[in-house]
């Protein structure tokens, strides 16, 4: 959890799907008293704290409004996060499982952070499943967690 509280404190926004954006929120929202729900743990509230104070924004053609320090993307994707990406500051953060191959597609990554478990599950999402050309990759850094897993960051080598 610290490691992800650092990455997050180091984005300017994050930049969520629907299903991401509803998923995190229900998960990480102060709820409207003030307090934490007592399934929040003392050593997950600087996340907590840090995700629900975070700027975000939210790709959805479905929603008709978000809240939670949010503003709603509608329109053209390509269009949006090029301007988004314009903005002064370290960047945008984006997770999910859709947003990310849409904008992958486009390329508007400029790096890939991925944290692999040590753990086969054989089933769910296939992470950028359906990518339309290869990417090419080169590894700029690496952490290793003391559970086995591993915090990999990459960033596309150019095409030629």
């Known amino acids: ?4 509280t650092a990455q997050l404190e180091r984005a300017d926004a994050l930049l969520f799907g629907r299903v ?3 998923m995190m929120a229900s998960a990480w929202q102060k709820p409207d ?3 934490w729900p007592d399934w929040i743990e ?3 509230k600087p996340f907590a704290e840090t995700i629900d104070r975070a700027k975000k924004y939210v790709v959805s053609s479905t929603l008709s ?4 320090n949010a503003d709603l993307v509608r329109g053209d994707l390509a269009q949006a996060v090029q301007q988004l990406k314009q903005e002064p500051g370290e960047g945008l953060w984006v997770g999910g499982v859709t947003l990310p191959l849409a904008l992958a597609d486009l390329g508007l990554i400029d790096e890939y952070e991925f944290l ?10 296939t ?4 990518l339309r050309e290869r990417i090419q990759l080169k590894l700029v850094d690496r952490h290793e967690f003391r559970s086995g897993a591993v915090a990999v960051r990459y960033q596309p080598t150019p095409r030629t």
């Open 1 to 4: 959890m610290r490691y992800w």
């Open 20 to 22: 991401t954006y509803e």
């Open 33 to 35: 008293t003030g307090t």
């Open 42 to 44: 003392e050593w997950q």
């Open 65 to 68: 409004e978000v809240d939670w």
């Open 116 to 125: 692999v478990q040590p753990v086969l599950a054989g089933h769910g999402p």
């Open 127 to 130: 992470l950028l499943a359906g």
